[in-house]
T-cell receptor, first 115, second 112 residues
Framework: GAVVSQHPSWVICKSGTSVKIECRSLDFQATTMFWYRQFPKQSLMLMATSNEGSKATYEQGVEKDKFLINHASLTLSTLTVTSAHPEDSSFYIC???????????FGPGTRLTVL | DAKTTQPNSMESNEEEPVHLPCNHSTISGTDYIHWYRQLPSQGPEYVIHGLTSNVNNRMASLAIAEDRKSSTLILHRATLRDAAVYYCILRDVNSGNTPLVFGKGTRLSVIA
């Protein structure tokens, strides 16, 4: 099956710093990618839809100036958590859809810990 | 996407079959039934999907009720590596490239 990678797999940062997470589709082109956040013992919550070559679409309650999304190519989307705070500590997961198979492929996730 | 209802948790003995139920009484005629699972500390992975007929693949089987208001994911022989949260999700055939919406899923524990 198709593979989606994420980097880094985990990151620890100080409060106030910015962290960039990369999401790559390795063997198919993805005009659209999705970013989710998951807190412990909870389900995945959609944060935003990343569109190649255009602005991302954010879900209600997600600050677009805090969670910057860039989708500069058909295989790469990045999520930058700006001015991170401890409450941003979470498991961030991206996904990309293979329309041909009507299947979503998920990255392995990035665990962010903000001290 | 239409709503699904799953038990919060289930337990199974290793090497025994597991039947994970999902109720979707408001399913529409164009909704596919998808199952994904999330292993600990990993992203979700696709398991199986179907529309009306039962489906089999190397990971599992999907049994769909005749009225389509419920379905059952069947793991024929549970292993410790099958311990995960299993999500039943309805997606309209015309969803295109839209995101999956996750409910709470069923947390499956497998006992050695």
């Amino acid at each position: 099956g198709a593979v989606v990678s994420q980097h880094p797999s985990w990151v620890i940062c100080k409060s106030g710093t910015s962290v960039k997470i990369e999401c790559r589709s390795l063997d198919f082109q993805a005009t659209t990618m999705f970013w989710y956040r998951q807190f412990p013992k909870q389900s995945l919550m959609l944060m935003a839809t990343s569109n190649e070559g255009s602005k991302a679409t954010y879900e209600q309650g997600v600050e677009k100036d805090k969670f910057l999304i860039n989708h500069a190519s058909l295989t790469l989307s990045t999520l930058t958590v700006t001015s991170a705070h401890p409450e941003d500590s979470s498991f961030y997961i991206c996904s990309a859809g293979d329309v041909r198979a009507d299947t979503q492929y998920f990255g392995p996730g990035t665990r962010l810990t903000v001290l | 996407d239409a709503k699904t209802t799953q038990p919060n948790s289930m337990e199974s003995n290793e090497e025994e079959p597991v039947h994970l139920p999902c109720n979707h009484s408001t399913i529409s005629g164009t909704d596919y039934i998808h199952w994904y699972r999330q292993l600990p500390s990993q992203g979700p992975e696709y398991v199986i999907h179907g529309l009306t007929s039962n489906v089999n693949n190397r990971m599992a089987s999907l049994a769909i009720a005749e009225d389509r208001k419920s379905s059952t994911l069947i793991l024929h022989r549970a292993t410790l590596r099958d311990a995960a949260v299993y999500y039943c999700i309805l997606r309209d055939v015309n969803s295109g490239n839209t995101p999956l919406v996750f409910g709470k899923g069923t947390r499956l524990s497998v006992i050695a």
